[in-house]
């Protein structure tokens, strides 16, 4: 569970501090603040989470939150082989969970933490809700 990528949702629940998922969504990047885990989000999911944000919370000040949480992540570039990749794979409905998952793919990562688990029931990598993330890690650090 060393190295997830973290969907959209999750970053917005932490950003947006949306309830009930804020909590676990906090769990997670408090781990990363403090250097405990190395989390991975795409490139795509800032700009969306930027764009979602704005919208969302009204505020002229979304990149300053984003500017803020981008030193929590490292963040991997959406490039023309994961568009492709997930332009041509039918398994992925829905074409944003498809680049999160060649992305999750490309960075090597071990888990994909989303709240949206049943668009990636095809995903050949581990995918976890962020309380099933979290209570893992911690299990692992005992």
Do not use: W
């Amino acid at each position: 569970m060393n190295k997830p990528l973290v969907d959209t949702n999750v970053i917005l629940d932490l950003l947006a501090k949306r309830e009930p998922f804020y909590s676990a969504s906090e769990q997670i990047f408090s781990l990363a603040d403090i250097g405990d885990l190395e989390l991975i989000v795409s490139t795509l999911s800032i700009v969306n989470a930027h764009y979602i944000l704005k919208e969302l919370l009204k505020k002229k000040n979304s990149r300053s939150i984003i500017r803020k949480f981008k030193v929590l992540v490292e963040s991997v570039e959406l490039n023309d082989k994961i568009i492709e990749l997930a332009l041509n794979d039918l398994h992925f409905k829905d074409f944003e969970d498809g680049i999160q998952f060649y992305t999750a793919l490309e960075a090597q990562c071990t888990v994909i933490v989303t709240r949206n688990l049943k668009d990636f029931k095809n995903s050949t990598i581990p995918v976890m809700s962020p309380k099933e993330f979290i209570t893992k890690v911690k299990a692992e650090r005992k």
